[in-house]
């Protein structure tokens, strides 16, 4: 990607991305983290447009910023426990320095790799050779995740009800 | 596709949804168990029937090999053990008895996925069945001990997946391939191009995933969630996680590790030297650690990490003798485990504790359940007629026929050091005081289980011969 | 200037950086999760940008995405459902007791 356009727009979304992930992790309100979590999410479908995976963009807005954070703002909500809001614990600085480390290890293994890129271009459309791959080659941990699905449903179900 | 090799997983998936179907019809639970006892046979069946083949379908996906039985039959048995446990057990929570079977199978089904793939989709896919529904399991009591049990499973459970699917980006980044064969040929090829150096990412990426792994098995550093969760979870389930989750965890490292990361000569890591370093921390740690607890739960948790220290050892011999002895190890550990914590299932449900304290003087009320605790505490320890003894000589003959000497000295000394902790238990069942006369009676589906699983301690120690062969079947699978 | 594949990877791991910070520094246990969804998200942005540089025409990368966010999606369902259980039973969802690093 050269095209002066998109490398403005790849700066643009990043810092969005970022700046909303220091958010989920720095405030100390829980509810604007939550809000926060959404910008993230949304940041990274942007980053799947640039990425030419246009099916998972939908995917991730679908099932992130939809789904998995309506749940989490339910859970909020449903435990009350807004008052203390998202404090850190007192370890906050080891875990710093944890983080920093390890940035410095990825960042490092990933800048000393020689990675064997491929010159062929990007599929224009992604939808059609996702489903044939999920229904043939991915066929095995297609059904198995159906079968996670409902292990996830009856566990949630049982453990969460008032009883 | 063959869904013929597909047999064993999608009976116990059935069997799993059957069990919720006739849980909705009938109000005797008993049935219930017994439907999810009984029809463990199907499945355990279709596995034997297909010993002895080397097959692959779905695209590669799925393998079935020796190797794969060995591990789906060791799950098959433990989750007929958990079941005959819960029996009793389960009535605390009644309204949920047929979920619990039914989510202990689909565990189950998740392990023999794991024994039987080797692509690192289909890898990640069944290590979170078995695992989310070990976290489900975790906090089925619903008290506040559980259920925080269950919190810190998930979300430390959740943070190693993570990890893991971070190794596992790197190594498909640094080869392009998912597929575990396929990484190990493109692994050699970039290290004859490069003159023997491996891609940094490489290194970070199997690194990332043992990590990820060790977690599963509870190997230090990532063992900290160990004694919380065995505390808190359900006694069954407990024994669960020890003996099976375990061997899932250990069934997938060794094919990772020996099919795509260590099928290159010269290895690209030295993988054995980091298994030993590992394995030495991990004993010592959870040896150190059981020696002061007080409930005898917490203190088989600390137990069962300084065991994945001492399997640790047949990894790092790095041989077929090695990881046959692996096999046979997980084998003896299961039926070990087991053993103990349906021991101590039967104690709590009239003591109603999990003091060691209050273990005091069991031997007259209980002798016949006293005996069986004690013999799978002297398997633990690695003592003769007991499968712990052949188990643990094997795995370091392995080591030391690698030249792991100093290795094997460390798990002599640590073997020692874990006499202490558990001959404690023993000394206050036989010669402490009880604090009544009146006899512990045992439900009968507990007598089962505990039956079976003494006998098994005791005749695959006797008799260790034809189980060794079964489990160097299963290693030459991987290393021939 | 050009964007390759060296960007979205740092970018990944930034994100997962972050994810891992929250996930040892914060005490509720909601708020962890989310951390733990960060990662998550980090590693598909990670897995997405191989697949686009390496395997252009397998789409190997975006299957695997796909199975994480489903996976991710049942994780914190279940997580959620704990979480409500722990609550029900402490009237708290802070994670005083389970400080992550202590463990």
Known sequence: MSDPVLVVVFYLISAITVVAALGVVLTRNIVYAAVFLVGTFAGVAGIFVLLNADFLAAVQLLVYAGAIAILIIFAIMMTRDTRKGSRSNEQRWPAFIMAVLMLAVLLGGISQTIWPVSVLAPLETTTEKLGKLLLNEYILPFEVVSVLLVAAMIGAIVISRED | MNLYLLGPELSLIGLAFLVILVDLATHNKNVVAALAGIGLVVPAAWAVSLWGQTASSFYGALVVDSYSIFFKLLFIAAAALVILMSVQYSKRFAPYQGEYYAVILLATAGMMFMASTQELISIYISLELASISLYVLASFLKDAKSSEAGIKYLLLGAVSSAVLLYGMALLYGATGSTKLNEIAQAIQESMQRDQGAVLPAIVLGAIFMAGGFGFKIAAVPFQMWAPDVYEGAPTPITGFLTGASKAAGFAVILRVFFVALGNQAPLPVDWPALFAVLSALTMTVGNLSAIPQANIKRMLAYSSIAHAGFILVGVAAFSSQGVGGVAYYLLGYMFTSMGAFAAIVAISERLGSDQIADYSGLARRAPLLALILAICLISLIGLPPTVGFVAKIYVFWAALQQGLLWLVLFGVLNSVISAYYYLRVVKAMYLGAPASEEPLPVSRTLVVALAVAVIAVLAIGIFPQPWLDFGTGAAIVLIP | ?103
């Open chain 3, 1 to 103: 200037m050009t964007i390759g594949l060296g960007h979205f990877l740092t970018l990944g791991a930034v994100l997962f950086c972050i994810g891992l910070y929250g996930v040892l520094a914060k005490r509720n246990a909601i708020v962890i999760l989310m951390a733990i969804e960060l990662m998550f998200n980090a590693i598909n942005v990670t897995m997405v940008a191989f697949s686009r540089y390496i395997t252009p025409n397998m789409l190997t990368g975006q299957v695997f995405a796909i199975f994480i966010i489903t996976v991710a999606a049942a994780e914190a369902a279940v997580g959620l459902g704990i979480i409500l259980c722990l609550y029900r039973n402490r009237e708290t969802v802070d994670a005083e007791q389970f400080n992550l690093m202590k463990w």
